[in-house]
């Protein structure tokens, strides 16, 4: 029996999502259109590998998230000026990142440099276009995810970004992260790690294009001939469900699962009742069983 999923091996479709929190790269050691300008020696090196490859950028801002670049509507349109299109790319980041703020400022949702990007919802879009390619037809591009990361980690997205990474596991898309922020990522070593793909943190930022090139570029039948980074160790840490901070340890619901940093009579998300006392963990001390 054929297989439902038919793959070109050399054939990739590649979802870049692009951190742009302003806030982050206020601050950040490479200005960010030393970083777009990499970005775009990326997604060009990646249509340049095969002509048949599908590169989809996706802009993850504070407040929202959209579709900034998209190769096959680049070749529909006959477009034979590489850079007409990719300077059409970098007019609609402009643009987003101008609505972006005015969004954020206009719902009230005005961060601290601590802000993190809307990671979730940039994961969701990404997954979404690669299902709709996976329905067009009965052989398919090998699907993966890169994520450009910057901002910390957002606790109150724990549960939206581990059912995009389940869902991007049970479909067989390997995200991959590369982080361009000072701190590493909980979220997407946890993504990187389940979904297969590759987690680094470049040392040298202005050479990103050559960690994009020499690591990310790769297909992934190719990358089974390759000695690739691995990550030294995943930071496996939960939020919890209550006040969505990052915790150590906590309480589990035995039937929804839910992660509680303290401990309730009821539980929030599922409406299941605990009659059973349980002592604070705070006041516990650390005894070996």
């Known amino acids: 029996m054929a297989s439902s999923k038919l793959y ?50 996706i802009a993850a801002g504070l407040s929202s998230c959209t579709y900034i670049f998209d190769s096959s509507d680049a070749s529909a349109s006959g477009a034979a000026d590489v850079a007409a299109t990719f300077a059409k790319a970098s007019r609609k980041m402009d643009e987003f990142i101008a609505e972006d703020s005015r969004a954020t400022s206009s ?55 581990m059912n995009s990474i389940f869902s991007a596991q049970r479909s067989m898309v390997p995200i991959d992260s590369c982080i361009v922020g000072t701190q590493d990522s909980a979220f997407l070593q946890q993504a990187s790690y389940i979904t297969g793909g590759v987690y680094l943190k470049p ?5 990103l294009f050559q960690y994009l090139a020499a690591v990310f570029a790769t297909d992934l039948h190719s990358r089974t001939f390759l000695r690739l980074p691995k990550t030294l160790g995943v930071d496996f840490r939960a939020s919890c469900f209550c006040h969505k901070k990052t915790i150590d340890m906590g309480y589990v619901c035995s039937v929804c699962l839910s992660i509680f940093c303290k401990y309730h009579k009821k539980c929030s998300t599922c409406g299941s009742e605990f009659n059973r006392v349980m002592p604070d963990l705070n006041s516990v001390p650390d005894q070996r069983q």
């Open 203 to 207: 040392q040298e930022l202005n050479g």
């Open 107 to 161: 719902n009230g949702s005005v961060a601290d440099g601590n802000a993190a990007s809307l990671l979730s919802g940039a994961l969701s879009l990404a997954l979404c276009y690669i299902q709709r390619v996976f329905r067009s037809g009965i052989r398919h591009p090998q699907p993966r995810i890169l994520c450009l990361q910057g901002s910390p980690d957002g606790p109150e997205q724990y549960v939206a970004v």
């Open 8 to 57: 070109s091996d050399e054939v990739s479709l590649a979802v870049v999502v692009v951190d742009t929190n302003p806030l982050f790269w206020a601050t950040a050691a490479l200005p960010f259109a030393d970083f777009f300008a990499h970005l775009i020696h990326y997604v060009n090196s990646l249509l340049l590998l095969n002509h048949l490859n599908h590169v989809v950028v």
